[in-house]
Nanobody, 128 residues
Framework: QAQLVESGGGSVQAGGSLRLSCTTS???????????MGWFRQAPGNEREGVAV????????DYADSAKGRFTVSQNAAENTVYLQMNSLKPEDSAMYYC??????????????????WGQGTQVTVSS
């Protein structure tokens, strides 16, 4: 069945970097149709929010204001993997990070109801 597996989370000090990975299996995310992969995060007591999104195969990206200039989303179709490079991390970036796939997407966006498959999440903790 369709599966998304995140990895790369951990604990870092403020100003540090992490690279999250989201590996897909069980469905043809990189199969040639226009699909989107979003990165979301949820901190305790907060609603889940979108961080970054990338489309394939045209590789367009969009970011939440909180991520612009610090985070970069990319992909490696040969490895069935989407990445989120996070630099200049701040304590407020601490959250569980999830990737989610939206099949047949016609526009980039963070409408969570439109996403078909979700990973289990990877924890990011940034200390001051």
């Amino acid at each position: 069945q369709a599966q998304l597996v995140e990895s790369g989370g951990g604990s870092v000090q403020a100003g540090g970097s992490l690279r999250l990975s989201c590996t897909t299996s069980g469905f043809a995310y990189f199969g040639g149709f226009r699909n989107c992969m979003g990165w979301f995060r949820q901190a305790p007591g907060n609603e889940r929010e979108g961080v970054a999104v990338i489309s394939t195969p045209d590789i367009r990206t969009d970011y939440a204001d909180s991520a612009k200039g610090r985070f970069t989303v990319s992909q490696n179709a040969a490895e069935n993997t989407v990445y989120l490079q996070m630099n200049s991390l701040k304590p407020e970036d601490s959250a569980m990070y999830y990737c989610a796939a939206r099949l047949g997407c016609s526009w980039l966006g963070f409408d969570q109801e439109k996403y078909n498959y979700w990973g289990q999440g990877t924890q990011v903790t940034v200390s001051s």
